[in-house]
């Protein structure tokens, strides 16, 4: 099945420098990669995704790359600020359960320091 | 966001007891899918369903059992109890328009003792 390795899983970060999360995905036929942020005790929201067709996309201060011959992908936030402070998660489809479900990173912890 | 609720927010059982919890979406969308959050795990489907009557087991199903008899009706049963189920516990939709992008409920936090 898909399989989804999600690095580092912790992250400390001065505000206003770069963040960077990295993800690898097994299932080659994989076509859609998003990304959830979590904040504490809340649900995980959407904040960008990709599909395969393009290589990166970019939303504000938060941008994916993606590289399918190597099968990973990334998260970008620059210029970060406190409130970037949460739990991101990445995610691909495929696998044994199908093209329909995610199986999830197991999350970035980002704190932003001050 | 406010389309998706889940209810309990917060719930404490006892081993052995039965306990439901239940996710109600009005999107009209046509998946839903149950996720357990745990510390360490990230987030592991439980079950999933592509349609009213339709459903699946995803990647950690034993000890639990679904039902979809309306489209905006998930509700997913622990028909045992046991310690390892504390956990938190988020129902998610999908749109079959938008294909993958899934919406979460704010969540229910199980405890079993």
């Known amino acids: 099945g898909e399989n989804v390795e999600q690095h580092p899983s912790t992250l400390s970060v001065q505000e206003g420098d770069s963040a960077v999360i990295k993800c690898t995905y097994s299932?080659?036929?994989?076509?859609?990669f998003p990304w959830y942020k979590q904040e504490l005790g809340k649900r995980p929201q959407l904040i960008i995704d990709?599909?395969?067709?393009?290589g990166e996309k970019k939303d504000q201060r938060i941008a994916v790359t993606l590289n399918k011959t190597a099968k990973h992908f990334s998260l970008h936030i620059t210029e970060t600020q406190p409130e970037d402070s949460a739990v991101y998660f990445c995610?691909?489809?495929?696998?044994?359960?199908?093209?329909?479900?995610?199986?999830f990173g197991t999350g970035t912890r980002l704190t932003i320091i001050p | 966001d406010a389309g998706i609720t889940q209810s309990p927010r917060y719930k404490i059982t006892e081993t052995g007891r039965q306990v439901t919890l239940m996710c109600h979406q009005t999107w009209s969308h046509s998946y839903m899918f149950w996720y357990r959050q745990d510390l360490g795990h990230g987030l592991r489907l439980i079950y999933y369903s592509a349609a009213a009557d339709i459903t699946d087991k995803g990647e950690v199903p034993d000890g639990y059992v679904v039902s979809r008899s309306k489209t905006e009706n998930f509700p997913l049963t622990l028909e045992s109890a046991t310690r390892s189920q504390t956990s938190v516990y988020f129902c998610a939709s999908m749109s079959e328009v938008v294909y993958n992008e899934q919406f979460f409920g704010p969540g229910t936090r199980l405890t079993v003792l």
């Open positions: 990709i599909r395969s067709n393009v």
């Open positions: 299932d080659s036929a994989s076509n859609y």
């Open positions: 995610a691909a489809p495929g696998g044994s359960f199908g093209n329909e479900k995610l199986t």
